[in-house]
């Protein structure tokens, strides 16, 4: 996760510059699951460990984070409340929220419709740093 983020602290041009918040403790994250009622999977804790939240690539990603400056926080729903009660809203990217799927275990970029007849449509990932990953990739090439 670390290279990752170091990765995208070395972007630099205007048009992909990145603003990465001071990172949350694990108390600070312990804390926020428990007054939400939620539980933040374990690869995205890794990433509010390191930055509390980030605008990415000159805007194109808004990750969530728990407290602080960050301009949105976990489970920020822009559709009021459209995005099923199953998906923790972690992240926005271009016109997709990216949650995790209590039930099945993976993250998912959600955009809009009935998520149970859209689920096989949707790009799916493990853990947070493929997310990462496919966001990088797409930003540099």
Do not use: W
């Amino acid at each position: 996760m670390k290279e990752r983020i170091e990765l995208i602290k070395s972007l630099t041009e205007p048009f992909m510059k990145s603003i990465l918040y001071p990172p949350a403790n694990e108390k600070e994250i312990s804390d926020f699951e428990k007054s939400n009622d939620i539980i933040i999977p374990k690869s995205y804790k890794e990433f509010l460990m390191l930055t509390n939240g980030a605008i990415l690539f000159g805007g194109d990603a808004f990750l969530y984070g728990i407290s602080g400056e960050v301009k949105y926080h976990i489970n920020h729903d822009f559709t009021g409340g459209q995005v099923p009660k199953q998906l923790l809203i972690l992240c926005y990217y271009r016109d997709r929220h990216i949650c995790y799927d209590y039930r099945d275990e993976f993250f998912v970029f959600y955009r809009e419709g009935e998520y149970e007849h859209i689920k096989e449509e949707c790009m799916i990932f493990n853990i947070f740093c493929e997310v990462l990953d496919y966001m990088i990739d797409i930003a540099i090439n």
